[in-house]
T-cell receptor, first 112, second 115 residues
Framework: RKEVEQDPGPFNVPEGATVAFNCTYSNSASQSFFWYRQDCRKEPKLLMSVYSSGNEDGRFTAQLNRASQYISLLIRDSKLSDSATYLCVALISGGGADGLTFGKGTHLIIQP | DGGITQSPKYLFRKEGQNVTLSCEQNLNHDAMYWYRQDPGQGLRLIYYSQIVNDFQKGDIAEGYSVSREKKESFPLTVTSAQKNPTAFYLC??????????????FGAGTRLSVL
């Protein structure tokens, strides 16, 4: 059974702090990973892709631990605008268009 | 501008009625997808299509139907057989080759409610 698990939160974090949350996946055939950001009542938007050990884009860093089957997202110097739900997505190796599995998301609230 | 357009933004269905949600993309993507999202839940795949005139069932296809007569269009019909249709419906598309393959881009969604 394919599963991607995330702590639903909410994570309440003061502005300017660093926050990190994990995503665990059960299918060891998962090859690639994605973090999407979803604002309330909006569509998910791609934040980062992770194909190897990790990826960094400005204040955002994703790290992949294949041995423990988890991927983390770190947000530094958090902004009020970072408040959103963050969806973790795993792609099964060799999987076709139905090879993506979405987590239920982690809700992040940045407080002034 | 290139993108994925879903319409309508809000839709209301009466008991026993079929309704169709529109999804159009001008990104020249090969694959298109339909997902359903319920409150506090992850996205669940309804149907997907990788090529014109072909589509496959996802995890929760019962009560839904699709067509892919054109590359740009992938409409979803919610039939009367779907007993719990109230949800946020998201359409997505992706390319099927290259570095960006399988990265899905989403439309703004359609909120369907039952009257």
């Amino acid at each position: 059974r394919k599963e991607v698990e995330q702590d639903p939160g909410p994570f309440n974090v003061p502005e300017g702090a660093t926050v990190a949350f994990n995503c665990t996946y059960s299918n060891s055939a998962s090859q690639s990973f994605f973090w999407y950001r979803q604002d309330c009542r909006k569509e998910p938007k791609l934040l980062m892709s992770v194909y190897s050990s990790g990826n960094e884009d400005g204040r955002f860093t994703a790290q992949l631990n294949r041995a423990s089957q988890y991927i983390s997202l770190l947000i530094r110097d958090s902004k009020l605008s970072d408040s959103a739900t963050y969806l973790c997505v795993a792609l099964i190796s060799g999987g076709g268009a139905d090879g993506l599995t979405f987590g239920k998301g982690t809700h992040l609230i940045i407080q002034p | 501008d290139g993108g994925i357009t879903q319409s309508p933004k809000y839709l209301f269905r009466k008991e026993g009625q079929n309704v169709t949600l529109s999804c159009e993309q001008n990104l020249n993507h090969d694959a298109m997808y339909w997902y359903r999202q319920d409150p506090g839940q992850g996205l669940r795949l309804i149907y997907y299509s990788q090529i014109v005139n072909d589509f496959q069932k996802g995890d929760i296809a019962e009560g839904y139907s699709v067509s892919r007569e054109k590359k740009e269009s992938f409409p979803l019909t919610v039939t009367s057989a779907q007993k719990n249709p109230t949800a946020f419906y998201l359409c997505a598309s992706s390319i099927m080759a290259g570095l960006a393959k399988n990265i899905q881009y989403f439309g703004a969604g359609t909120r369907l409610s039952v009257l």
